[in-house]
């Protein structure tokens, strides 16, 4: 099977990340509503316990509750983000142009992203200390894996221009 053009793994790639893109659109227009929604009403986390059966803290405040979605809803846009530039990378590499000029811009944009979903860890986990000490699943600690992602995806970035720019010059040639 072939890696690039029409009937190619990039395309099955292509079709995946927009199924995903859609999913994450839903989940940020659903995160944004209800992290309005909390802001703008008193909100009582008790009640979402009885509508839904998670295992809320009974001492779970609103503020707390808002915070939680917050984050959430951040979250997912980054992703949300990130997907979009992706589709538009696989977009180029299923019409058989992986050198276009734009793909490095998005991938320096996805490593920004990244950049950001690993920064706006710390400072979650410090109110998760604060305002729910009981609670797991943030750390402090950097995650390596992260930074290392950041770091292929700005060199794969520079490829990218130097395959562009290798391309420029290929086509002055006659």
Avoid at 60 to 75: K, N, R
Avoid at 97 to 110: A, K, M, S, Y
Avoid at 112 to 137: F, N, S
């Amino acid at each position: 099977m072939r890696a690039l053009g029409p009937g190619s793994v990039s395309s099955f790639l292509k079709i995946i990340l927009d199924v995903v893109y859609v999913a994450f659109w839903v989940a940020a227009i659903a995160g944004v509503v209800g992290t309005l929604a909390l802001y703008v009403f008193d909100f009582d986390p008790k009640l979402l316990g009885k509508a839904i059966k998670l295992n809320l803290d009974p001492n779970e405040t609103p503020a707390t509750l808002t915070m939680v979605a917050t984050a959430f809803t951040a979250y997912v846009i980054a992703v949300l983000i990130i997907v979009e530039r992706l589709r538009k990378i696989f977009a180029t590499l299923t019409a058989g142009d992986p050198f276009h000029p734009d793909n490095v811009g998005r991938l320096r944009w996805i490593g920004v992203m990244l950049i950001a979903l690993e920064l706006g860890r710390y400072p979650l986990a410090v109110a998760k200390v604060l305002l729910m000490p009981d609670m797991d699943g943030v750390s402090f600690s950097p995650n390596p894996t992260a930074w290392f992602a950041v770091l292929v995806v700005f060199v794969l970035a520079e490829v990218f221009r130097e395959g562009a720019r290798l391309r420029r010059e290929a086509e002055l040639t006659i």
